[in-house]
Each structure stands twice: as structure tokens, then as C-alpha cells.
């Protein structure tokens, strides 16, 4: 059996099966990184990213290239690690 998550639909939660949500894998994955480093409260390296969001080294690294081009990250040059941006 599938667990029940909530889905939102004008405004009010429904507890659905997972099987009647589609997910985009990539979106997910980028919310995966974003929680992590709020969760994390300190910079983190794309090492400690991949390792802590359980994804390849490559399509961590292409998400959060992606989120820092966007500004929702920034990329310290001294560390090479990665903090919240300014949006």
C-alpha cells in the first residue's frame, strides 16, 4: 500500500494516496537541497548536499548551479560552500 500525504487543493487538505500525486523528480530534489540547508543553519558543501539528500554527486551539483544561478543560493568563493541567497 502507498502512504497518504496531503495534497492541497483550494486550500483545503485532502489526505490522498502518493499514487494519485505525479511528481517532477527534478523540482523535488532541488526542494530536497533547499530543506536540507535551511535544516543544516550553516553553509554546506555540494560533498555534504549529496550525501545528506541521498542523490548523485552530478545531479546535485546541476541543481545547485542551477539554484545559485537563480540567486535562491550563493556559492562562497573562499569555502566553496553554499548558503540561502538573497531571495
Given at each position: 500500500?502507498?502512504?497518504?500525504?496531503?495534497?492541497?487543493?483550494?486550500g483545503?487538505?485532502?489526505m490522498?494516496d502518493?499514487?494519485?500525486?505525479?511528481?517532477?523528480r527534478?523540482?523535488?530534489?532541488?526542494i530536497?537541497?533547499?530543506?536540507?540547508?535551511?535544516?543544516n543553519?550553516?553553509?554546506?558543501?555540494?560533498?555534504?548536499?549529496f550525501?545528506?539528500?541521498?542523490?548523485p554527486?552530478?545531479?546535485?551539483?546541476?541543481?545547485?548551479?542551477?539554484?545559485?544561478?537563480r540567486?535562491?543560493?550563493?556559492l562562497?568563493?573562499?569555502?566553496?560552500?553554499?548558503?540561502?541567497?538573497?531571495i
Amino acid at each position: 500500500l502507498f502512504d497518504a500525504v496531503p495534497a492541497i487543493v483550494y486550500g483545503v487538505t485532502y489526505m490522498t494516496d502518493t499514487a494519485d500525486i505525479r511528481f517532477v523528480r527534478s523540482v523535488d530534489r532541488a526542494i530536497d537541497v533547499l530543506e536540507q540547508i535551511a535544516r543544516n543553519g550553516r553553509p554546506m558543501s555540494l560533498s555534504e548536499i549529496f550525501r545528506a539528500v541521498n542523490t548523485p554527486k552530478s545531479t546535485t551539483l546541476n541543481i545547485v548551479r542551477t539554484l545559485a544561478h537563480r540567486r535562491i543560493l550563493e556559492l562562497d568563493p573562499e569555502t566553496k560552500k553554499y548558503r540561502a541567497g538573497p531571495i
